[in-house]
């Protein structure tokens, strides 16, 4: 370095491995918020502590971007060339840039254009990955159970039985014969009659209403 205050412009890849420099001489760097997109030229003696407090001033969702860094050897007379030129000082705070202020920037003797962009995100926290279980649902459990089985056998037992034709029914009947189908149907009268004893009892007090009734008629005609 020399004396003169010559700015002499470095990689911004590098910043984390620069060494730190004692005064006069120092760094001047050239960062942009990407959130607000907007710039602040400071100096400091060591650019990688410098970055990761900026960056660590507030929560930004896209971080920053070093743009450049000059080291001078004497930082007095850099920052005297740099207002004399471009009436700009060296400063902690954020400057919105119109595009011709912008068009300025690109000119002047920081240098922007002279290596490529460092990008700084901010990192996040990473949270642990955890392997948990499937959570097992009761149904689930229940379907692999032997219960499950009995119930899917008997079910289909059900099912099947509903196709089959009724009791007492013969194959014929089922093909649409009225004569066993009329037998059938007789039949099944029979079982209702016989094994309900109250249609029984109604039969037997119709007949002996019937009866009461023949005698009634037979003695009104003698």
């Known amino acids: ?9 470095l990689s911004p890849k590098s910043y984390k491995t620069l060494p730190k420099l004692e005064a006069p001489a120092t ?12 710039y602040r030229i400071d100096a400091t003696d060591h650019p990688g502590p410098f970055v990761a407090a900026i960056l660590a001033e507030a929560p930004r969702a896209f971080g920053l971007e070093l743009i450049s860094i000059l ?26 840039l119109d595009a ?11 240098k922007i254009d002279a290596h490529s962009s460092q990008y700084i995100v901010p990192q996040r926290a990473q949270l642990p990955t955890v392997n948990f279980p499937l959570a097992e649902t009761r149904y689930g459990r229940w379907m692999t159970s032997n219960e499950a089985a009995r119930a899917r056998t008997q079910w289909r037992d059900i099912q099947l039985s509903r196709q089959s034709p009724p009791a007492g029914m013969e194959a014929s009947a089922m093909r649409g014969s009225p004569t066993t189908v009329g037998a059938w149907i007789a039949k099944r ?9 109250g249609c029984l009892l109604l039969i037997w007090i119709g007949l002996v209403a019937l009866g009461l009734l023949v005698l009634i008629v037979s003695g009104f005609r003698a």
């Open 1 to 9: 370095m020399t004396s003169s205050g010559e700015l002499r412009s």
């Open 27 to 38: 760094y001047v760097c050239v960062i942009r918020d990407i959130d607000s997109d907007r």
């Open 71 to 96: 080291a001078t050897a004497d930082l007095q007379k850099s920052e005297t060339a740099l207002y004399e030129r471009h009436h700009a000082r060296l400063s902690e705070q954020w400057l919105e």
């Open 100 to 110: 011709v202020q912008h068009e300025e920037l690109r000119r002047s003797i920081l």
């Open 189 to 197: 009268i029979e079982n209702l009659i016989w094994n309900d004893p």
